[in-house]
């Protein structure tokens, strides 16, 4: 029997020649990551055990993205506690101030993760990184802090479930909507403890950028990990950011499948989920008028150079509803950098946006837009659970940016062909 992907690089980092599902392993780490919100609570811990090393300072990666710029005095206790972590062990990737961006769109931008990588963080959207063809998941702070110091750390081998998309897509429907869509097809546990593995004509066709998002939202299936093969349009993405060598891998054609599900995007609408799953998806254009007060475009799941070309080719000479605070976050500095070198950025201004700096700003409620009682609110990002975003009688639609954008000029949730 073969393997998958996902087992190819479990396998080769726990040093096997062959893993199979529910196998428990102890696996070699390439990159461990931990944010401000998830790393304190690791480094304490490291502290009361009396650790004085970690296994590689080239290996942890650091990144004070959720509460920065610091919204108060224990965010800034915090990013000072990372700060001084990262001095005392030489930490040479530590992002804060005007270099961080959000993890999940930085650690790919500055090359610090190939395919055939394993990757763990102290965040659920570590697995984003599956779109590099390398293995990335989610774990707690003090797992994390603790592969810090053995350089490992122990894995059960998830189930594999393979995607097939194939077809033609509509006009405004993204990689966004595709994983929306197989997330309202197989609930936000559908995919418990599995690798989703992403393959097909229209996962070929999609953006480096579109990638990431779909891998970025298999979490919300409830999976372990995203997965895609590494084409072309990986390797040449790698080439530009880094000489680091890597294995690509492929699943082979006898592997073990939990189960195949084929889906064909021909039919498929641009989505929108609805309160308070991702799983509650809708077409667009099936829905009643839902009046909103606020748009968010941004975040690891939405807030690359793609997302920001395809709200501002919406938002472009008009303006944005009386109504509606219309909020874009820039997924990095280089994001925004080139989002002003192309002009976009006076597109959003002149639209009556507000440009907020790269970070998760109110994502998971945290600052830069925090809903107040009542309130609805278009967003780009990945979650839309009970009071997410802020109270918790608001509400939060997921949608894709051409959607989100749409929705900020008309008030109410509309596709660009709709205002």
Same mark, same amino acid.
């Given at each position: 029997m073969g393997m998958t992907i996902t087992e190819k690089i479990i396998a080769a980092h726990a040093q096997k020649e062959k893993v199979a599902p529910g196998e &428990?392993?102890? @696996?070699?780490?390439?990159? %461990?990551?931990?944010n401000d919100i998830t790393a304190p609570l690791g480094i304490k811990e490291l502290e009361k055990q009396g650790i004085d090393r970690i296994f590689d300072p080239d290996r942890v990666v650091l990144v004070a993205d959720h509460n920065t710029p610091c919204k108060d005095i224990a965010s800034a206790?915090?990013?000072? &506690?990372?700060?001084?972590? %990262?001095?005392?062990?030489g930490i040479s990737h530590f992002f804060e101030g005007g270099k961080v961006g959000i993890e999940h769109v930085l650690l790919p931008e500055q090359g610090l993760i190939v395919p055939g990588d394993l990757v763990i963080g102290a965040d659920s959207h570590t697995c984003t990184y599956g779109a590099l063809g390398a293995f990335s998941t989610g774990m707690g702070s003090t797992? /994390?802090?603790?592969?810090?110091?053995?350089?490992e750390t122990w894995l059960? @081998? #998830?189930?594999? !479930?393979l995607f097939l998309y194939e077809g033609k897509r509509k006009p405004f @429907? $993204?990689?966004?909507?595709? !994983?929306?869509? $197989?997330?309202?097809? !197989?609930?936000?546990?559908? %995919?418990?403890?599995c690798a989703m593995e992403f393959r097909g004509? @229209? /996962?070929s066709e999609l953006s480096l950028d579109e990638r990431f998002t779909m891998a970025n939202m298999a979490v919300e299936a409830g999976a372990k990990n995203g997965i895609m093969e590494a084409d072309g349009k990986v390797l040449s993405y790698i080439s530009e950011r880094t000489s680091r060598p890597c294995v690509v891998y492929q699943?082979?054609?006898?592997a073990q499948w939990r189960e195949v599900i084929e889906i064909d995007v021909s039919p498929l609408e641009p989505q929108v989920a609805f309160p308070h799953l991702p799983s509650n998806t809708h077409s667009v254009y099936? /829905? #009643?008028?839902?009046? !909103?007060?606020?748009v968010v475009i941004g975040s690891c799941t939405n807030g690359r150079m793609e997302d920001l070309r395809m709200a501002a080719q919406v938002l472009k000479g008009r303006e944005v509803n009386p109504g509606v605070r219309l909020l874009i976050f820039p997924g990095t500095p280089a994001v925004l950098k080139q989002a002003e070198k192309e002009g976009l950025l006076r597109i959003f201004l002149e639209a009556g946006g507000i440009i907020a700096p790269p970070s998760c700003g109110p994502c998971l409620g945290g600052h830069l837009g925090v809903l107040a009682e009542g309130e609805k609110c278009v967003s780009t990002t990945n979650r839309n659970f009970l009071g997410r975003m802020g109270h918790i009688k608001s509400e939060v639609y997921l949608a894709n940016p051409y959607v989100a954008a749409s929705s900020a000029i008309a008030g109410y949730i509309a596709a660009p062909d709709q205002i």
């Open positions: &428990l392993v102890q @696996v070699k780490v390439d990159l %461990a990551l931990a206790q915090n990013v000072k &506690l990372m700060r001084d972590f %990262a001095r005392k062990y797992d /994390i802090a603790a592969s810090w110091v053995l350089g059960r @081998v #998830p189930e594999s !479930i @429907v $993204t990689g966004k909507d595709l !994983i929306l869509f $197989t997330i309202g097809k !197989i609930g936000v546990d559908g %995919a418990r403890y004509s @229209v /996962i699943s082979d054609s006898d099936s /829905i #009643p008028k839902i009046e !909103i007060d606020q």
